[in-house]
């Protein structure tokens, strides 16, 4: 089945350092990927969604100079937190659909901690 | 907001009885999708069904979908203790790649 692979699991950064997340569809391309947010025992918050070779789509209230979204290949996504704070510490996954019938696969996750 | 909401937000069953979650919606979708994430990891898929569709059943999983009410529920017979973990709904609005709305998630836990 398709596997989403998302890099690092965990990160401990401190202010005002960058952060890049890696998100790899391994075995399908995917022209779409999509990132979340996820506060502690809270849903996810959808981002941004990430277009191969344009611009992602970024959602109200999210800042596009802070969460850079790079979409520079099908089965590559990277998310970079610019100048991260403690309020950026949270739980970051990524998304990527291959066949509407199966849903979305989705990365596991990474852990962001901000000091 | 286009977010749905689920009902419980918590739920604690023995082990061998049968759970049942519900998702309600605002608007009109394409589909909608369940969820499973256990703590602190990513998500897993477990059943899509579309707008015209009414019931879907994947193994131990029952999901119903009434679009007349804006309403979806998912029930797991036989629980086990293996099954303790977030369900989250999910709506889809077009056909094709889309972005997902998440409800706000039920925590179920299974007692052996």
């Known amino acids: 089945g398709a596997v989403v692979s998302q890099h690092p699991s965990w990160v401990i950064c401190k202010s005002g350092t960058s952060v890049k997340i890696e998100c790899r569809s391994l075995?399908?391309?995917?022209?779409?990927m999509f990132w979340y947010r996820q506060f502690p025992k809270q849903s996810l918050m959808l981002m941004a969604t990430?277009?191969?070779?344009?611009?992602?789509?970024?959602e109200q209230g999210v800042e596009k100079d802070k969460f850079l979204i790079n979409h520079a290949s099908l089965t590559l996504s990277t998310l970079t937190v610019t100048s991260a704070h403690p309020e950026d510490s949270s739980f970051y996954i990524c998304?990527?659909?291959?066949?509407?019938?199966?849903?979305?696969?989705f990365g596991s996750g990474t852990r962001l901690t901000v000091v | 907001s286009q977010q749905g909401e689920e009902d419980p937000q918590a739920l604690s069953i023995q082990e061998g009885e049968n759970a049942t979650m519900n998702c309600s919606y605002k608007?009109?979708?394409?589909?909608l999708q369940w969820y499973r994430q256990n703590s602190g990891r990513g998500l897993v898929h477990l059943i899509l069904?579309?707008?015209?569709?009414r019931e879907k059943h994947s193994g131990r999983l029952r999901v119903t979908l009434d679009t007349s009410k804006k309403s979806s529920s998912l029930l797991i017979t036989a629980s086990r203790a293996a099954d303790t973990a977030s369900y989250f709904c999910?709506?889809?609005?077009?056909?094709?790649?889309?972005?997902?709305?998440f409800g706000t998630g039920t925590r179920l836990t299974v007692i052996p």
């Open positions: 999910a709506t889809g609005f077009q056909t094709g790649a889309n972005n997902l709305f």
């Open positions: 990430s277009n191969e070779g344009s611009k992602a789509t970024y």
């Open positions: 998304s990527a659909i291959e066949d509407s019938h199966y849903g979305y696969t």
């Open positions: 608007t009109s979708i394409n589909n």
């Open positions: 069904i579309r707008s015209n569709e």
């Open positions: 075995d399908f391309q995917a022209t779409t």
